[in-house]
């Protein structure tokens, strides 16, 4: 990797400042760029760590029935953390990733990662962090789908893919959204629909237009 380069990399991780010039040259670290495209199955035994630079990659699991539910995305600053705890338990990627546009990564041989976890002490304190982070979301997700109304849910997620600003629809399918949530798309096509009853929103091919967002947000505030 180049001084640019690798100037690039310390910018989205600041858990790398601390690493000296010349040992970068020695790391066998590179850059690399993927399109949007399954990227890693469950069950894979990693020979990299990933961190990412740019672009999103979502991280899911298939149910035995073939649902989908996405855990969490790793977007740029941040790494998987399932597959730090396979890396560094020596097991078996336990989920899937994809990226979901233009994905630029660095790679880290698995070796020379465990060694500077060890030896840097901010890289050990970023991923140990991003373990608890993620973990409270996790947890937050299985509070919402034990505990949650569906109707409740989909708004949510409604108003979170959105912005409030913005009178642009949300170019999204059913499909994508059930996986988000881990349910049916009949599931959703169904509250979607009672939504567009009430006025709320009104459905499109590929595309959902949020008319009346104050009344979603009332929605999820009761």
Not at 22 to 40: C, K
Not at 93 to 105: M, Q, R
Not at 130 to 135: C, P, Q, S
């Amino acid at each position: 990797m180049n001084p640019e380069q690798i100037a690039r990399v310390v910018q989205a991780f600041p858990c790398f400042v601390g690493v000296p010039i010349e040992q970068w040259g020695v790391s066998g670290a590179q850059l690399i760029s993927i399109p949007p495209q399954p990227v890693i199955e469950e069950g894979h035994i990693f020979e990299h760590a990933s961190f990412v630079l740019r672009g999103c990659v979502r991280i899911y699991k298939i149910s035995p029935n073939g649902k989908e539910l996405t855990l969490y995305r790793v977007k740029k600053g941040e790494v998987c953390v399932i597959m730090m705890a396979s890396i560094l338990g020596e097991t078996g990627y336990e989920a899937i990733a994809e990226t979901e546009e233009e994905t630029e990564l660095v790679v880290f041989p698995v070796k020379l990662f465990r060694q500077w976890m060890q030896e840097y002490k901010e890289l050990n304190q970023f991923i140990y962090r991003l373990f608890i982070k993620r973990m409270v979301s996790v947890t937050d997700l299985v509070e919402d789908m034990t505990f949650q109304p569906m109707d409740l849910r989909v708004a949510e997620l409604l108003l979170r893919k959105t912005s409030e600003h913005a009178n642009a629809p949300l170019y999204v399918t059913h499909e994508s959204l059930s996986r988000e949530l881990g349910t049916a798309r009949e599931v959703v096509s169904r509250v979607l629909k009672g939504f567009e009853r009430s006025g709320w929103i009104r459905l499109s091919r590929g595309k959902i237009y949020l008319d009346q967002r104050g009344q979603l947000e009332r929605l999820i505030s009761r």
